[in-house]
């Protein structure tokens, strides 16, 4: 089954501890993205991989760190957590970039940094 | 960026078509417009797009203006399933940045 998989689904952690969140697709899709969910805020994007060490910011970048080290790979990393960090992430990707092609999701990631 | 400006919140009757608006006045000339749906607790999922003309596919249809500057995303018959936040979006050539505004809540009824 063509998907996004990210992980962990939940996570609770203190502040200042490193922590990273995976994303993984299977359909050889070229773009993936980063984004973040918060009430009243929408969905707003944090970084994004064109391809393999591709790598530019969104809207959000501040606090985040990403890699693309491999195509399937997109892993969003947290390297002194806070707070105010505490959101819904998604995951996405779509084949290189291409406005007539949808956009794959993950089911997502609720962190709460304490 | 263009913006996109959706009502907050509609309803219907289960089995019924749904007309959910979407205008997007600023909206260039090669702009696409997705619609996307994100039901409680999962992530966005696509559900149909077009540039120009109407579109249909299995989930919906997808009917635009004539200048553009709008469009109108139908449920043919909405269910149970169909209840959840419906956004739209444009993606420009060349635009790495899928932006959703706050979306519509939709409310199926029994």
């Known amino acids: 089954e063509a998907q996004v998989t990210q992980n962990p689904r939940y996570l609770i952690t203190v502040t200042g501890k490193k922590l990273t969140v995976t994303c993984s697709q299977n359909m050889n899709h070229e773009y993936m993205s980063w984004y973040r969910q918060d009430p009243g805020l929408g969905l707003r994007q944090i970084y994004y991989?064109?391809?393999?060490?591709?790598?530019d910011k969104g809207d959000v970048p501040e606090g985040y760190k990403v890699s693309r080290k491999e195509k399937r790979n997109f892993p969003l990393i947290l390297e002194s957590p806070s707070p105010n960090q505490t959101s819904l992430y998604f995951c996405a990707s779509s084949p290189l970039y291409d406005s007539s092609y949808g956009y794959t999701f993950g089911s997502g990631t609720r962190l709460t940094v304490v | 960026d263009a913006k996109t400006t959706q009502p907050n919140s509609m309803e219907s009757n289960e089995e019924e078509p749904v007309h959910l608006p979407c205008n997007h006045s600023t909206i260039s000339g090669t702009d696409y417009i997705h619609w996307y749906r994100q039901l409680p607790s999962q992530g966005p999922e696509y559900v149909i797009h077009?540039?120009?003309s109407n579109v249909n596919n299995r989930m919906a249809s997808l009917a635009i203006a004539e200048d553009r500057k709008s469009s109108t995303l139908i449920l043919h018959r909405a269910t149970l399933r169909d209840a959840a936040v419906y956004y739209c979006?444009?993606?420009?050539?060349?635009?790495?940045?899928?932006?959703f505004g706050k979306g519509t809540k939709l409310s199926v009824i029994p």
């Open positions: 077009g540039l120009t």
């Open positions: 991989s064109m391809n393999v060490e591709v790598t």
């Open positions: 979006t444009l993606t420009g050539a060349g635009s790495y940045q899928l932006t």
